[in-house]
């Protein structure tokens, strides 16, 4: 998943409408709702103020269309959202009427591409969930492993009987750390 750590705010013209688009980090509902409270007070005299939040792991999401036909404005910018695996976010997209009826398509699309081109300008970071690996072994093969691991951050070592070290790892790694350590040690690792 990807999260944002800066605010983001484009703007386009599609027939005359302006749609402007705040891609603004949030780490709680609250956060998301204030932020549109602050989107909708700066854009007041907009005609629409359609929206998506997606919090955490996914599951927490909410999306509204603000007077635009039903799913033309809210879902798509979910749908948008979901698709480039962004969380901790909410995205605003004000819409000024410029006098032509974009249709429900016109609206589908024009509510897509002004998320896009948001989330186009943003800096997108990886969210990396740690998980720790803790292990002893013989002093043989500190020097491999200690190599092995010169990427992650150590958490805690001791030198006693045998070597104990724990390290920091991303999730996505932790296996095949554990099954590079088996090799290394022919088997005599212990993972604690």
Do not use: W
Request: with cysteine; glycine share 6%.
């Amino acid at each position: 998943m990807y999260k944002i750590n800066n605010p983001i705010e484009t703007k386009i013209e599609i027939k005359k409408s302006i749609f402007i688009t705040n891609l603004i980090p949030v780490a709680s509902i609250s956060e998301a709702q204030d932020a549109l409270k602050a989107i909708s007070k700066k854009y007041y005299d907009a005609t629409h103020n359609c929206y998506s939040y997606i919090i955490g792991d996914g599951n927490t999401y909410k999306y509204q269309d603000d007077g635009e036909p039903s799913q033309t404005a809210g879902i798509v910018i979910y749908n948008c959202l979901k698709n480039n695996n962004i969380t901790n976010v909410i995205c605003i997209v004000t819409r000024y009427f410029g006098g032509i009826k974009l249709g429900a398509g016109g609206l589908v699309r024009a509510y897509a591409n002004a998320t896009s081109e948001a989330i186009n300008n943003a800096n997108l970071v990886e969210i990396i969930e740690y998980k720790n690996l803790a292990f002893s072994f013989d002093y043989t093969y500190t020097t491999q492993i200690l190599k092995l691991l010169s990427n992650e951050e150590k958490v805690n070592q001791e030198y006693k009987e045998n070597v104990f070290l724990e390290y920091r790892v991303p999730i996505s790694k932790y296996e095949d750390y554990v099954s590079t350590l088996i090799n290394l040690t022919n088997g005599t690792v212990k993972i604690h």
